[in-house]
């Protein structure tokens, strides 16, 4: 167990975001966020494969669904590059993919709920994301929160949190 | 429910509660948190050898569509190499829950593996 100390402030320090800046704070794509990265991740992924999946072996039989399917994968792809990505288009282009998958979703769900005759087969946001563990509902809402506490206004209240957490450390 | 989704499950829920442990009392990524991943890359490739074996013609052939099995182990494969690498971007305390995703993702995997080839997973 070797215990190296690489502080979070080390890192923000080093970035040069933050390199004039009084306050270190963590940024976007770092610390928790390279949490939310991960599970936006893991959706890119398995959606892309779902959707891929979809078209290639069955083809025609659920035409929206499929479509619906591709739609999702391609958003999650979008958040989970912009949401990687520091600067201010990223932020905006960030913003944009998870207000559309919390649409998506919301959607989707009440439109499976409401219409289940047009979906033959399954999409990533059928009844809320069920087949997800309803991760899809949540995750666009911890995107959206994560997204408006980190513009840089809020660099203030990501400074005072670091210090908060740097105490607990010590 | 077969020995090697139970072996999975046992694998995989040690991985997450091990990663969950090393976050608030590590600020840097565990080395018991990268050994559990590593564990359950283990495991997979143990998992996708005895498929392989049982692909090839014992008693036991495959319900749901073969290649759909494939891709899932191919993924799930790649999953904590990707992660671990992600984890290693930024090495903070939050490197353990990153990697904490393996053990939750593989285990939901082989769920579904499982349930490709037999038709149920339990």
Request: net charge negative; aromatic share 10%; with cysteine.
């Amino acid at each position: 167990m070797g215990k190296r100390s690489v502080s979070t402030e080390d890192s923000a320090e080093n970035s040069p975001e933050h390199a004039g800046g009084a306050a270190p704070a963590v940024p976007r794509n770092r610390g928790v966020g390279m949490l939310i990265i991960t599970a936006y991740g893991i959706f890119a992924v398995s959606s892309t494969a779902r959707a891929l999946y979809q078209l290639i072996v069955h083809g025609e039989d659920a035409p929206v669904a499929y479509a619906l399917s591709g739609l999702a994968a391609a958003v999650y792809i979008l958040a989970t590059l912009a949401l990687a990505r520091t600067s201010a288009a990223a932020w905006r282009t960030a913003l944009a993919a998870v207000l559309v998958e919390l649409v998506g979703v919301v959607g989707v769900g009440l439109w499976t709920v409401l219409e289940p005759q047009l979906f033959a087969d399954a999409t990533v946001w059928s009844h809320f994301g069920q087949g997800y563990g309803y991760v899809p509902l949540v995750l666009p809402l911890i995107g959206l929160a994560w997204l408006l506490r980190h513009r840089s206004g809020a660099r203030r209240a990501a400074a005072a949190r670091d210090a908060e957490s740097s105490e607990i450390r010590e | 429910m077969t020995v090697m989704m139970i072996v999975g499950t046992v694998v995989c829920a040690a991985s997450l509660l091990i990663c969950w442990g090393m976050t608030p009392v590590r600020d840097h990524p565990a080395d018991s948190s990268i050994v559990s991943i590593a564990a359950v890359e283990l495991f997979l490739v143990a998992y996708g050898l005895y498929a392989g074996a049982r692909q090839l013609g014992f008693d036991a052939p495959i319900l749901g569509e073969v290649w759909e099995f494939w891709g899932y182990l191919a993924t799930a494969l790649l999953l904590p190499i990707g992660v671990f690498i992600w984890a290693m971007v930024d090495r903070t305390r939050w490197s353990n829950l990153v990697m904490s995703s393996v053990g939750l993702v593989v285990f939901v995997m082989v769920y579904r593996m499982e349930e490709i080839w037999w038709g149920s997973a339990l």
